[in-house]
């Protein structure tokens, strides 16, 4: 990542959406440039498909879901590619959802139980669990604070991801299956790494606008939204999540 003016657009890449974009994974650019745009900032999308060089330039790349033959292809493309993994080095933003999220790690076991070498940016490892977690997902995660802390999705994944000593977990499961450990997702350094689709940013925007501060180095204003109140309560009812909540809406 080139250093930031702060009359640069915000460069955003989404990877390989055609292997990696199951349930509207997506989505999570669309937010992120509307959350940019509603406080006046530029964003600047840019949309690679295999074959095509990423660039390392950019300021925060999002990974998302799929099934497990174009999750290979995705992360050997990744690997040859190396523009991410320059890029996290100095110092860009990562959102990598499910399938996306095990690339991130250092390596995941497909379906028929074959390992493979992920791109090593979150200290996080895969193994296949004897059961599918499908489902939604709700966790918090106090990376956030208040309400916004709580974080719904929806999980369909047959991978389980153990965290290393250099990762922390992005929230604590309370409806769902997550890591399969009580968490869900992890963080290392500016890379975070999720189960949750929704898409995350759409069904969790405070988490977008993490994102965003992160790559702007300050605050953004708050935008006021009663849908995103209205929308974490219908699903956490959902999920029988009952405990703790403080909700506005
Ligand atoms: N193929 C991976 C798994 O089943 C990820 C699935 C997904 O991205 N939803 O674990």
Same mark, same amino acid.
């Given at each position: 990542? %080139?250093?930031? %003016?702060?009359?640069?657009?915000?460069?955003?890449?989404?990877?390989?959406?055609?292997?990696?974009?199951?349930?509207?994974?997506?989505?999570?650019?669309?937010?992120?440039?509307?959350?940019?745009?509603?406080?006046?900032?530029?964003? $600047?999308?840019?949309?690679?498909?295999?074959? $095509?060089?990423?660039?390392?330039?950019?300021?925060?790349?999002?990974?998302?879901?799929?099934?497990?033959?174009?999750?290979?292809?995705?992360?050997?493309?990744? $690997?040859?590619?190396?523009?991410?993994?320059?890029?996290?080095?100095?110092?860009?933003?990562?959102?990598?959802?499910?399938?996306?999220?095990?690339?991130?790690?250092?390596?995941?076991?497909?379906?028929?139980?074959?390992?493979?070498?992920?791109?090593?940016?979150?200290?996080?490892? %895969?193994?296949?669990?004897?059961?599918?977690?499908?489902?939604?997902?709700?966790?918090?995660?106090?990376?956030?604070?208040?309400?916004?802390?709580?974080?719904?999705?929806?999980?369909?994944?047959?991978?389980?991801?153990?965290?290393?000593?250099?990762?922390?977990?992005?929230?604590?499961?309370?409806?769902?299956?997550?890591?399969?450990?009580?968490?869900?997702?992890?963080? %290392?350094? $500016?890379?975070?790494?999720?189960?949750?689709?929704?898409?995350?940013?759409?069904?969790?925007?405070?988490?977008?606008?993490?994102?965003?501060?992160?790559?702007?180095?300050?605050?953004?204003?708050?935008?006021?939204?009663?849908?995103?109140?209205?929308?974490?309560?219908?699903?956490?009812?959902?999920?029988?999540?009952?405990?703790?909540?403080?909700?506005?809406?």
């Amino acid at each position: 990542m %080139t250093a930031r %003016t702060p009359t640069d657009d915000v460069r955003i890449v989404l990877v390989y959406s055609s292997l990696l974009g199951i349930y509207g994974d997506r989505g999570n650019a669309m937010v992120l440039a509307r959350r940019l745009h509603w406080r006046g900032e530029r964003a $600047r999308l840019i949309a690679v498909e295999p074959g $095509r060089v990423l660039p390392d330039d950019a300021d925060l790349y999002l990974l998302g879901g799929g099934e497990d033959a174009a999750q290979v292809s995705a992360a050997n493309a990744m $690997r040859l590619d190396g523009a991410i993994n320059r890029a996290v080095d100095r110092g860009a933003v990562v959102l990598a959802v499910c399938a996306g999220y095990q690339i991130a790690g250092h390596r995941f076991t497909d379906g028929n139980g074959v390992d493979h070498a992920g791109l090593g940016l979150l200290d996080v490892v %895969t193994e296949r669990s004897a059961h599918r977690a499908v489902g939604e997902i709700a966790s918090y995660s106090d990376i956030l604070s208040g309400d916004d802390g709580w974080l719904t999705g929806f999980e369909n994944h047959g991978g389980l991801t153990r965290l290393g000593a250099s990762a922390r977990a992005l929230g604590r499961v309370h409806a769902g299956i997550g890591n399969g450990d009580g968490t869900d997702g992890a963080v %290392t350094g $500016r890379v975070l790494g999720t189960y949750a689709h929704g898409p995350v940013l759409a069904r969790n925007p405070a988490l977008a606008d993490h994102l965003l501060e992160l790559v702007l180095g300050r605050p953004l204003a708050p935008v006021a939204c009663a849908e995103v109140g209205q929308l974490r309560a219908e699903r956490l009812a959902k999920a029988g999540v009952t405990e703790g909540l403080r909700l506005s809406a």
